[in-house]
């Protein structure tokens, strides 16, 4: 059964950072692109971030605008897990955030959450003012 764990959520001041993890389970991590997003209270969940495999075997790294320049996606597929670093936190950066999973070639759009087939279980990040 395939699992995503997301951690390393918490409370920080504007301004701070934090480092997001989510590690997978039960699946060939390698096969899959992975992604970010985020929900806060009362609002849709968005787009935050993706890493996408190329056919050349390279990943590339999406972001969206508000991420751009602050955040930063990475993998180790070794350990089968997706970070996110995230640096000069806002208070509007204040959400819970999830990690998903799609198979290379699984869907059209990285960011959008309908391509994406698994979903962690979202981690709460919390930015004071």
């Known amino acids: 059964q395939v699992q995503l764990v997301g951690s390393g959520g918490g409370l920080v001041q504007a301004g701070g950072s934090l480092r997001l993890s989510c590690a997978a389970s039960?699946?060939?991590?390698?096969?899959?692109?992975m992604g970010w997003f985020r929900q806060a209270p009362e609002k849709e969940r968005e787009f935050v971030a993706a890493i996408i495999w190329t056919w050349t075997g390279t990943t590339t790294e999406y972001y969206s605008d508000s991420a751009k320049g602050r955040f930063t996606i990475s993998r180790d597929n070794a350990k089968k897990t997706v970070y996110l670093q995230m640096n000069n936190l806002k208070p509007d950066d204040t959400a819970a955030y999830y990690c998903?999973?799609?198979?290379?070639?699984?869907?059209?759009?990285?960011?959008?959450?309908?391509?994406?087939?698994?979903w962690g279980q979202g981690t709460q990040v919390t930015v004071s003012s």
């Open positions: 998903a999973a799609v198979l290379r070639g699984g869907g059209s759009s990285y960011y959008t959450e309908r391509t994406y087939r698994y």
């Open positions: 039960g699946l060939t991590f390698s096969s899959y692109d």
